[in-house]
């Protein structure tokens, strides 16, 4: 019997990559606005070069481009690149369709819920925070918990620690193939690809279920528990 759900975060829960891309571009005019003097084509590929090297969290990488290109931060250019970039983020920081309604569903239904991310615990809480999830989980580990990223089995097995589960109560969904779903399953969790979140174009996730709408876990939870669906 499934009595607990562990998610991933991004492109699971809410859409990061179209935030991420929204905000750096925005970040990129704002800039050259300030006075950065290189095309927005170079300026996003050093961009995603410093991500690259760094992570997609990386909290400097506009620091880094400057002093890559000048040897010093402007602190004009920042600035202009920082604001914009919050803004865009905040206005672009939204939950896919039927997040909310599925949670509060599946809460209704006893199932706890908890969220296994490798964001640093910062940024994930920011960001639950804003869409106002921040109350809704039992269980929240990120990277600054465990100093593992997924697929290790360290943050699955410290989520069923806090949990007080067994893997085989708890299903683990997310969009990343090689990590969320592979990870889960060598702790021994059934699991769900997320693929409304696919960045990969991942053909075949190695999942117990593969979903394109999140409401979907409704059918799942019934199907699995032996709930009659209505």
């Given at each position: 019997?499934?009595?607990?759900i562990?998610?991933?975060?991004?492109?699971t829960?809410?859409?990061?990559?179209v935030?991420?891309?929204?905000a750096?571009?925005a970040?990129i005019i704002?800039?050259q606005?300030a006075g950065?003097?290189?095309?927005?084509?170079?300026?996003?590929a050093r961009?995603?070069?410093i991500y690259?090297?760094h992570?997609?969290?990386?909290q400097?990488?506009f620091?880094e481009m400057l002093?890559e290109?000048?040897g010093k931060?402007?602190?004009?250019?920042l600035?202009?690149?920082i604001?914009a970039?919050?803004?865009?983020?905040?206005s672009?920081?939204k939950?896919?369709?039927?997040?909310?309604?599925?949670?509060?569903?599946?809460?209704k239904?006893?199932?706890?819920?908890?969220?296994?991310s490798?964001a640093p615990?910062?940024e994930?809480?920011?960001?639950?925070s804003?869409?106002?999830?921040?109350h809704?989980f039992?269980?929240?580990?990120?990277?600054?918990?465990?100093?593992?990223?997924k697929p290790?089995?360290?943050p699955?097995n410290m989520?069923?620690?806090k949990l007080?589960?067994?893997?085989?109560?708890?299903l683990?969904i997310?969009?990343?193939?090689?990590?969320?779903?592979?990870g889960a399953?060598?702790v021994g969790?059934?699991?769900?690809?997320?693929?409304?979140g696919d960045t990969?174009n991942?053909?075949?996730?190695?999942?117990d279920?593969?979903?394109?709408?999140?409401r979907?876990?409704?059918k799942?939870?019934?199907?699995?528990?032996g709930?009659?669906?209505?």
């Amino acid at each position: 019997m499934i009595k607990a759900i562990i998610f991933d975060l991004d492109n699971t829960l809410m859409d990061f990559m179209v935030m991420k891309n929204a905000a750096v571009s925005a970040a990129i005019i704002a800039m050259q606005d300030a006075g950065l003097k290189i095309s927005f084509e170079d300026a996003k590929a050093r961009i995603d070069a410093i991500y690259k090297d760094h992570g997609i969290e990386f909290q400097t990488v506009f620091d880094e481009m400057l002093l890559e290109l000048y040897g010093k931060i402007d602190y004009k250019i920042l600035a202009a690149g920082i604001v914009a970039y919050r803004i865009e983020r905040e206005s672009n920081l939204k939950t896919y369709p039927g997040v909310f309604s599925t949670l509060i569903e599946l809460l209704k239904m006893g199932i706890k819920l908890g969220i296994v991310s490798d964001a640093p615990s910062k940024e994930a809480w920011l960001r639950l925070s804003h869409l106002n999830l921040h109350h809704i989980f039992d269980v929240i580990i990120t990277y600054d918990e465990t100093r593992e990223r997924k697929p290790s089995p360290v943050p699955f097995n410290m989520a069923l620690d806090k949990l007080k589960l067994r893997p085989d109560e708890c299903l683990m969904i997310g969009d990343w193939a090689e990590r969320d779903i592979v990870g889960a399953k060598v702790v021994g969790m059934k699991t769900v690809f997320a693929r409304y979140g696919d960045t990969f174009n991942t053909q075949h996730p190695g999942s117990d279920y593969d979903i394109s709408d999140i409401r979907e876990l409704i059918k799942i939870i019934k199907k699995e528990n032996g709930i009659a669906d209505d």
